[in-house]
């Protein structure tokens, strides 16, 4: 089965910060992905980057890039110059890639909030 | 816009009373995907589709809850006999599966609220 851990319930920022969410994972399987979304207040899951298991690379994109270290089993967004409209919750998902598995796990959620 | 469309946005109904929910998905995507948020959670997996096809159901999909995704386009997700247990936010979400990486997109979800 798999898990995800996001540790941080809620995390506050000054805004142009850096800020790292934290997320750990755990599965058996060899091919998986792991994506980032963020949910304002409005509801709708954005999705915001995506990390493949045998990506060499640690993804990017824009502001927000992806922190894989799979030996950790650990999957941490960074989101560069914080802005104010950054602030929401963040879930971390992951999928499994074997026989067209596409359903997404989610952890818990940590409310970003930027401050001015 | 070419995103997830989800309806109605808000439902308050009766306990007892039926519900329905419709998606539109991304033009082209093949899958499409239920899942049920409640309060201060992640989204749990309810169900997906693959074309026309219901490949998987998860069991908190209880024998009240149907989907359908006719033609393979659009989808309902009927609530049937609701309970208050049943209030939450309902998204929907597709993606082109082309075997290899698969990005999904979320609507914006229906809110049940079960009174």
């Known amino acids: 089965a798999q898990k995800i851990t996001q540790t941080q319930p809620g995390m506050f920022v000054q805004e142009k910060e850096a800020v790292t969410l934290d997320c750990t994972y755990d599965?058996?399987?060899?091919?998986?992905?792991l994506f980032w979304y963020k949910q304002p207040s409005s509801g709708e899951m954005i999705f915001l980057i995506y990390?493949?298991?045998?990506?060499?690379q640690n993804a990017t994109e824009g502001r927000y890039s992806l922190n894989f270290q799979k030996a950790r089993k650990s999957a941490n967004l960074v989101i560069s110059a914080s802005q104010l409209g950054d602030s929401a919750m963040y879930f971390c998902?992951?999928?499994?890639?074997?026989?067209?598995?596409?359903?997404?796990?989610f952890g818990q959620g940590t409310r970003l909030t930027i401050n001015p | 816009d070419t995103g997830v469309s989800q309806n109605p946005r808000h439902k308050i109904t009766k306990r007892g009373q039926n519900v329905t929910f419709r998606c539109d998905p991304i033009?082209?995507?093949?899958?499409l995907y239920w899942y049920r948020q409640t309060l201060g959670q992640g989204p749990e997996f309810l169900t997906y589709?693959?074309?026309?096809?219901?490949?998987?159901k998860s069991r908190l999909l209880s024998d009240r809850f149907s989907a359908e995704r006719p033609k393979g386009s659009f989808s309902t997700l009927e609530i049937q006999r609701t309970e208050q247990g049943d209030s939450a936010m309902y998204l929907c979400?597709?993606?082109?599966?082309?075997?290899?990486?698969?990005?999904?997109?979320f609507g914006e979800g229906s809110w049940l609220t079960v009174v």
């Open positions: 979400a597709s993606s082109l599966w082309k075997g290899t990486r698969n990005t999904i997109y």
């Open positions: 599965t058996s399987d060899q091919s998986y992905g």
């Open positions: 990390q493949g298991s045998y990506d060499e």
């Open positions: 998902a992951m999928s499994g890639l074997i026989q067209g598995a596409q359903k997404l796990v």
């Open positions: 033009s082209e995507h093949n899958r």
């Open positions: 589709f693959q074309n026309e096809a219901q490949l998987e």
